[in-house]
């Protein structure tokens, strides 16, 4: 029954007059332990209905049973973001791409173990008036229940700074810091980053298959890829279908020291930009190489906003680093593996034109980590998804980028470590 509280006492002292959301939170506190034996399964949200004009909205979602929640908003852009306890989502297909009222879009998914959330677009700032959860009642089922009202920027920006106030301690996503790791394992340790996860799907492929189940199967099929030479350790930023912030994925990598920083992708483009085919692989700079890769990291920026992470109680440790002089070396080495990658890749799977490329991805900002970020192909793109979907091409592919790991260290080792 600690689901939240704090967030929920927020959410009460930021809003002011949500009563029915607010009597939720005192029973729960008065509860106590819980002594029941757990619930085996998780409830179901299984419709949302969005009704209203451009200065009232509602937001119902219908569940198989009643649930706390906490409601709060974001700036910059606009969001109301509804935390819940883990929800399994049986919702219609699309659902949430386009809404109504002061609703834009929505999204929901797994924001960590034991919690799911949904995420609003809104069309400008708004107010939470209600935040509530009706039992189920004479053949209804139980629903959750926003109300939205459209307000000033102003008095938005005084709302959110009250609720952060208070929330400075308790950040909705929360991740228990990352100590500093130290093995005795003296094998260099590669991290490999899944892109995406829980609700942040990451982009579509022609069939509806979604980016981070893609990503995952590969980089899970490139840790065997890598263990089987037995000279490096391997951990994953995520084994599952779960959000990992993009700052979270970076501090990862640094506290546990990592020789090499691995994060996985796949692009789509959309029919009308035509068509476009292979794998690139991206190193981080300032200015982008181009305008598409500059396009492609401010799509795999969002990932945060995507998931409703409040950027502004983000540490500035990994927002605010420059790319300087200290990290030129960490960056030729990135470039260096990104070419030895797409060296090794080539016999494997298809390539980009021109596959080398660089912008500024969040993600590769650790400075003293070589970091890279492949994209794997199109999934807009009916030849490369076949590949990126097919067990046989993720072994091949994974055999080969394990092979640029080992030829990246062995060249490193044998002290060409100073070219451009
Ligand atoms: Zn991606």
Known sequence: MTFRLPAIAIACAFAGIVTGFCGVSARAVEQGP??????????????????????????????????????????????????????????????????????????????????SRFVLDTTGP??????????????????????????????????????????????????????????????????????????DSGTKGLDGQDEKNVVLALALRLRDAIEDSGKFRVALTRRDDTFVALGERVRFARAHHAALFISIHADSIPRSEGQAEGASVYTLSEHASDAEAGRLAEKENKSDIIAGVDLSSEPNDVANILIDLAQRETKTFSVQFARTLINDLKAAARLHPRPVKSAGFVVLKAPDVPSVLVELGYMSTRGDLKNLTSPEWRSRAAKAMAQAVDDFFARRLAGAGNGG
């Open 126 to 199: 708004v107010r939470i008036n209600k935040a509530f959860v009706l039992a189920a009642a004479e053949g209804q089922p139980a629903r959750l229940v926003l109300d939205l009202a459209a307000t000033s920027r102003e008095s938005y920006l005084r709302n959110i700074a009250q609720e952060s106030r208070v929330a400075r301690n308790s950040p909705h996503i929360h991740h228990p810091p990352i100590a500093p790791r130290v093995s005795s394992d003296p094998r260099p340790l590669i991290v490999i980053d899944p892109g995406h996860g829980g609700i």
């Open 34 to 115: 819980d002594l029941r034996p757990p619930v085996q399964t998780h409830p179901v949200a299984t419709d949302v209905r969005v009704g209203g004009d451009d200065k009232q909205t509602r937001f119902v979602v219908d569940l198989t049973r009643k649930i706390d929640l906490a409601a709060f908003t974001l700036a910059d852009p606009y969001r109301v973001v509804i935390d819940l306890p883990q929800v399994n989502f049986k919702l219609p297909d699309k659902m949430g791409e386009h809404g109504r009222g002061l609703v834009k879009a929505f999204r929901y998914g797994l924001v960590m173990k034991g919690g």
